[in-house]
C-alpha cells in the first residue's frame, strides 16, 4: 500500500470510528468518508461505502459470490482487479455487478456513483440509509451547488423519456437473467426504436474522459464476443443499455479524436443492434438500426467500417426475400471497402455470391461460374485482412463463417457434393458454446442430403438439430430454416412417413418471436 493509500485509509478508519460512536449507519459514514476523503485522494463513492464498512476487497467479493450462489448463479467473473478498477473510476460496473454491489451495500446505484436505477427495478436501499438529499437516487432542489449539480444530471437523461426506456430494457433483462420466458413485446420494441431514435436525433445535431472510453469500447468488443453463443434478446437489452450510455456523451459535442470514437462505438452498437434484430425476425427494426449505423459511420470517415455496416445490412434482404436489392448493397460494400483489407473486403463477395444464387436458380452454369469467382474473390480478400480482424466474428470476419457462407452459398447453387464437405468442415471450427451458426449448418446439411435424394437422413439431420435449440434460442430466422427444409421434403415426397413427425416437432417449437411476426 503507497503512503497516499495508507492515509486515505487511516483517515477514513477514523471518520468510521466516530461516526459508529454517536449511531451512524455505513451509508451515512460512506457519505462523510467521500466528502472529507474525495477532496484530498479522489476517494469514489463505491470506495467510500467498502471503507465504511471497514472491510477489503476481498470481503467483498466473497459477499458478491454469495449473493450469486444465492440466487442460483454460477460464480461471478469479478476479481479484487476489476472491483479496484470500479474504485479508481477507470470502469464501470454493468447492469449486473451493480445491482450485486447495491445488495452488497443496501444501497441505491446513485449513492455508488453512478446514475440511474437499478436493473432488478426495487429499492436496495436500508432504513435511514442515505442523507435526506439522496432518498430514492432524487436530490433535493434546495441545498448548494453539489446537489444541484447531482439534479442536473439525473434530470437531463430523463426529460426525454430515456431512462424509463432503459428501465424497461433493465426489467426485461432481469427476467431473463432469472430465467423467465419473455417476449419481443410490443413495449420492449418501443423502448428498443426509442433509443434508436434519440440517437438518430444526437447524430445530428450533437467531456467524456479518454478512460471511459476505453470501457465502452471494451464491452463493445465484448459484446461483439457473445454475439454468437448469447441468446439474442438478452444480449439486445445489454447492448442497447450501452448503446443509450454512448447517445448521452455524444449529445454535446466532443474534441474530434473522441468524438470519432464515439461515432465508431455508436456504429458498431448500432451494426450489432440491427444484426440482432435480424435473428429476432423485425427486418423493419433491422434496416432503422443499420441505416443508423451508417449515419456514425459516415462521421468516423473510416471506409471499412462503412462498408462492414453496408455488407451486415445486405443480410436482412438476403434472408427476407429480395436478392436483388442484396446484391446491390453486397457490391456497395465491395466498392466503398476497395483495395483496403477489411472484414467487408471478404464479406461482401460472399453476400453477393448467395444473392447471385437465390436470384437465377440452382444448376445454371454461366450463374455457378459467376458466384463462384465471387468466392474466389472472398478467399483472395480473407487471406489480406488483418489476424484480429480473422479472429473477430461480428466486427471482423472469421475463418469459420467464410466456411459457412461459402457453403450456404453452393447449396443455393445446387453443389450439393461440394457443399457438404464444406459445412462439414466449418461444423469443426465452432466450440461447444456456439450455437447460432452451427445450427445454420445443420440445417444447410439437411438441404444438401435432400439434394443427393437421400430424405431418411435430410429429417434426421433435421428434427436433431430442431431438439437441441433450448429456451431463448429459437429466433425467427432459424425456424424459417426449419421450414424450408419440411417444405422441400412436401415437394419431393409430401407422404414421407417420417415427414408428418417431423411437422409435429416444429409446431412444438415455437419461433421465439411469434408476436413480432404476428405484427
Known amino acids: 500500500m503507497s503512503g497516499r493509500q495508507h492515509r486515505e485509509t487511516e483517515l477514513a478508519r477514523q471518520i468510521r470510528a466516530r461516526g459508529l460512536a454517536v449511531g451512524r449507519n455505513p451509508a451515512q459514514i460512506a457519505e462523510e468518508i467521500h466528502d472529507v476523503c474525495g477532496p484530498q485522494f479522489g476517494t469514489t463513492r463505491i470506495k467510500a461505502h467498502r471503507l465504511a464498512h471497514g472491510v477489503a476487497l476481498a470481503d467483498v467479493i466473497e459477499q458478491i459470490r454469495a449473493l450469486f450462489e444465492r440466487d442460483g448463479k454460477s460464480a461471478p467473473g469479478i476479481g479484487e482487479t476489476l472491483l479496484s478498477a470500479y474504485e479508481s473510476g477507470l470502469k464501470r460496473p454493468g447492469p449486473e455487478y451493480l445491482h450485486y454491489l447495491c445488495s452488497a451495500y443496501r444501497v441505491e446505484p446513485v449513492s455508488l456513483g453512478y446514475d440511474g436505477p437499478c436493473i432488478c427495478g426495487h429499492g436496495h436501499r436500508a432504513s435511514g440509509a442515505v442523507r435526506s438529499d439522496l432518498r430514492d437516487g432524487r436530490p433535493d432542489t434546495s441545498p448548494g451547488p453539489r446537489e444541484s449539480s447531482i439534479q442536473l444530471i439525473g434530470g437531463a437523461f430523463s426529460a426525454d423519456g430515456s431512462e424509463e426506456d432503459e428501465n424497461v430494457l433493465r426489467r426485461t433483462l432481469l427476467q431473463l437473467l432469472a430465467g423467465t420466458a419473455v417476449g419481443l413485446d410490443g413495449q420492449v420494441l418501443g423502448s428498443v426504436e426509442n433509443i434508436r431514435r434519440r440517437m438518430d436525433e444526437t447524430l445530428v445535431s450533437a467531456t467524456v474522459s479518454p478512460a471511459m472510453l476505453d ?305
Request: aromatic share 6%.
Open 215 to 519: 470501457q465502452w469500447e471494451e464491452a463493445t468488443i465484448g459484446f461483439g464476443r457473445q454475439y454468437m453463443n448469447t441468446p439474442p434478446l438478452r444480449l439486445l437489452c445489454d447492448v442497447l443499455l450501452e448503446f443509450s450510455a454512448v447517445r448521452k456523451a455524444m449529445e454535446r459535442r466532443q474534441p474530434v479524436d473522441l468524438q470519432e470514437r464515439l461515432c465508431r462505438m455508436a456504429a458498431q452498437l448500432a451494426g450489432l443492434s440491427g444484426m440482432i434484430m435480424v435473428n429476432l425476425g423485425d427486418h423493419r427494426m433491422a434496416r432503422s438500426f443499420f441505416r443508423t449505423g451508417r449515419i456514425a459511420a459516415d462521421d468516423t470517415g473510416d471506409r471499412a467500417l462503412r462498408a462492414w455496416v453496408i455488407a451486415r445490412e445486405a443480410l436482412v434482404p438476403l434472408y427476407y426475400g429480395d436478392p436483388r436489392e442484396a446484391l446491390n448493397l453486397a457490391r456497395k460494400s465491395r466498392d466503398l471497402a476497395g483495395q483496403t483489407p477489411c472484414a467487408a473486403q471478404a464479406m461482401a463477395p460472399v453476400v453477393e455470391a448467395r444473392a447471385l444464387a437465390m436470384l437465377s436458380g440452382a444448376g445454371k452454369k454461366d450463374v455457378v461460374d459467376q458466384a463462384k469467382r465471387a468466392l474466389s474473390r472472398a478467399r483472395a480478400a480473407f487471406s489480406q485482412m488483418a489476424a484480429a480482424d480473422q479472429d473477430d466474428a461480428t466486427f471482423g470476419y472469421t475463418e469459420r463463417q467464410l466456411y459457412f457462407h461459402q457453403g450456404d452459398a453452393l447449396v443455393k447453387l445446387g453443389q450439393a457434393m461440394e457443399a457438404d464437405l464444406i459445412l462439414e468442415q466449418a461444423l469443426t471450427k465452432y466450440g461447444p458454446g456456439d450455437w447460432l451458426d452451427p445450427t445454420f449448418i445443420k440445417f444447410d446439411r439437411a438441404k444438401c442430403k435432400l439434394l443427393e435424394g437421400d430424405i431418411d437422413e435430410a429429417l434426421a439431420i433435421a428434427k436433431a438439430t430442431l431438439a437441441s435449440l433450448g429456451e431463448g434460442c429459437r429466433p425467427d430466422i432459424l425456424m424459417q430454416r426449419a421450414h424450408e427444409v419440411a417444405r422441400d421434403v412436401e415437394g419431393k415426397d409430401p407422404n414421407h412417413p417420417e415427414l408428418k413427425l417431423y411437422l409435429e416437432a416444429l409446431r412444438a417449437t415455437p419461433a421465439m418471436d411469434s408476436t413480432v411476426r404476428d405484427a
